[in-house]
């Protein structure tokens, strides 16, 4: 099965720079999930999740279907209750009815969602749990709103057609069970400004451009972005919203 690969290319790009979640969201799923619950990760990428639900869950089945990102994943290290495998998300070798938890972190909107679905009716016992979530664009820190609109400008057209999923916060998907509430909320990160600079070279539009074009937008715009930040080795706060979709097989 072929799959949109947007960051095999930049998957240590990846791994080095995406935003980790934050333990709220951990604590939500585990309000719906069991301790003793066997979760899979479809698109895991490089763990971003993945560490979080392995500190809540009994075992973690990430899957990822690009070969370098999962040769980036935290768990390669070792991690006594993770297994990891190159995987697309429409097709795991997990048996059926083998998870309480199917958790997908900014990936949903890559899949073949109907063949997606499909298998979480497969693979999801009785009473588990399907959660989704993603986060949109970040917020401008103050100060630097003109200097990030300028870098915008140029990677926006290089953005894939599904970053309008993510826009709408996946509304309007045809869920294969009944949802349950979730809340809105942020992720928010303290960065220094060159991890903020390896965050805006790891997105998938960045990657885009620069091979379009032949020149690093990110490269090229340091230096507005570092006059707006000020001390490179100021932390400041960088903030996404946040959203969640939840939904329980009977």
Same mark, same amino acid.
């Given at each position: 099965? &072929?799959?949109?690969?947007?960051?095999?290319?930049?998957?240590?790009?990846? =791994?080095?720079?995406?935003?980790?979640?934050?333990? /709220?969201?951990?604590?939500?799923?585990?309000?719906? =999930? @069991?301790?003793?619950?066997?979760?899979?990760?479809?698109g895991?990428?490089? $763990?971003?999740?993945?560490?979080?639900?392995?500190?809540?869950?009994?075992?973690?089945?990430? &899957?990822?279907?690009s070969?370098?990102?999962?040769?980036?994943?935290?768990? $390669?290290?070792?991690?006594?209750?993770?297994?990891?495998?190159?995987?697309?998300?429409?097709? /795991? =070798?997990?048996?059926?009815?083998?998870?309480?938890l199917?958790?997908?972190?900014?990936?949903?909107?890559?899949? *073949?969602?109907?063949?997606?679905f499909?298998?979480?009716?497969?693979?999801?016992?009785?009473?588990?749990?399907?959660?989704?979530?993603?986060?949109?664009?970040?917020?401008?820190?103050?100060? @630097?709103?003109?200097?990030?609109?300028?870098?915008?400008?140029?990677?926006?057209?290089?953005?894939?057609?599904?970053?309008?999923?993510?826009?709408?916060?996946?509304?309007?998907?045809?869920?294969?069970?009944? &949802?349950?509430? =979730?809340?809105?909320?942020?992720?928010? @990160?303290?960065?220094?400004?060159?991890?903020?600079?390896?965050?805006?070279?790891? @997105?998938?539009? /960045?990657?885009?451009?620069?091979?379009?074009?032949?020149?690093d937008?990110?490269?090229?715009?340091?230096?507005?972005?570092?006059?707006?930040? $000020? *001390?490179?080795?100021?932390?400041? &706060?960088?903030?996404?919203?946040?959203?969640?979709?939840?939904?329980?097989?009977?």
């Amino acid at each position: 099965m &072929t799959f949109k690969d947007h960051f095999s290319g930049i998957a240590d790009a990846y =791994a080095a720079a995406r935003p980790e979640y934050p333990e /709220t969201l951990f604590d939500l799923l585990a309000a719906h =999930a @069991m301790p003793d619950a066997r979760v899979w990760e479809p698109g895991c990428g490089s $763990g971003q999740a993945t560490r979080g639900l392995a500190g809540r869950f009994a075992h973690v089945h990430a &899957t990822d279907p690009s070969a370098q990102q999962v040769a980036q994943h935290w768990a $390669g290290a070792g991690a006594r209750n993770v297994s990891v495998a190159v995987e697309p998300g429409e097709r /795991t =070798a997990l048996s059926d009815a083998s998870v309480q938890l199917i958790a997908v972190a900014q990936a949903l909107h890559w899949f *073949d969602r109907a063949a997606f679905f499909r298998e979480c009716e497969r693979v999801l016992a009785p009473g588990g749990v399907l959660a989704a979530w993603g986060y949109g664009d970040f917020d401008a820190p103050e100060g @630097m709103v003109d200097a990030v609109a300028d870098f915008r400008a140029v990677i926006e057209p290089y953005w894939p057609p599904e970053r309008a999923l993510i826009d709408a916060e996946y509304a309007g998907f045809d869920w294969p069970f009944p &949802t349950l509430p =979730a809340s809105r909320s942020w992720l928010e @990160m303290e960065w220094t400004l060159p991890r903020f600079l390896a965050y805006l070279a790891s @997105m998938s539009a /960045t990657a885009r451009c620069r091979a379009d074009l032949g020149f690093d937008p990110v490269a090229r715009h340091a230096p507005a972005l570092a006059a707006a930040w $000020g *001390d490179p080795d100021d932390v400041r &706060t960088v903030r996404w919203p946040l959203f969640i979709h939840l939904c329980r097989k009977p």
